[in-house]
């Protein structure tokens, strides 16, 4: 096989790759009831003029499934993180306690619940749009192939190699969703 060509399909399968990774983190943000640090991922405070994470910040931790705790390594950010989290609206309350946040997780109704189901589907479907754009810029690719000389047959092997990829990575993020949605729904 041709090196531009199989180079063209592990980009393919590189990219498609990444897609998948940044769902599963995604995912991760639409919480299923239970406690877990990774909830508060993302959520960013202005530590002494810099914007930065508040995992950067302060160490979150899960000691029970309905509470996460944050102690931050500098006490005097304390109001600043509980602010940030208020913020960023994830349905929490965290409780200032002078040395740490705790945040009691309440359980989800039926309604947030398929709320998060849906936020879920949206993420999977983003997901499916970034792997066919990833389809047609390697298909583009393989017809430039084909016109600067590369055996047809080869280009040809390349765009059904390339839809094999589309369709088993589509797959996976179905999988995904389903075992997704199948978790938030489970009280």
Known sequence: MNEEVEFCLEETKESMGNTLLHLEKEFQKIRA???NPQMLEGIKIDYYGVITPIEQTANISSPDARQIIVQPWDKSV?????????????????????EILRILVPPLTEERRRDMVKRARTEAENARIGIRGIRRTSNETAKK???????EDEADKLEDDIQKLTDDYIAKVDKLLEAKEKDIMTV
Do not use: Q
């Not at 600043?80 to 929490?92: D, P, Q, R, S, V």
């Not at 192939?145 to 055996?151: A, H, I, S, T």
């Open 33 to 35: 009831g239970k406690a």
């Open 78 to 98: 304390l109001s600043l993180i509980e602010k940030a989290i208020m913020a960023a609206n994830l349905g929490f309350n965290p409780k200032n306690e002078g």
């Open 145 to 151: 192939l084909k016109k600067d000389g590369v055996p």
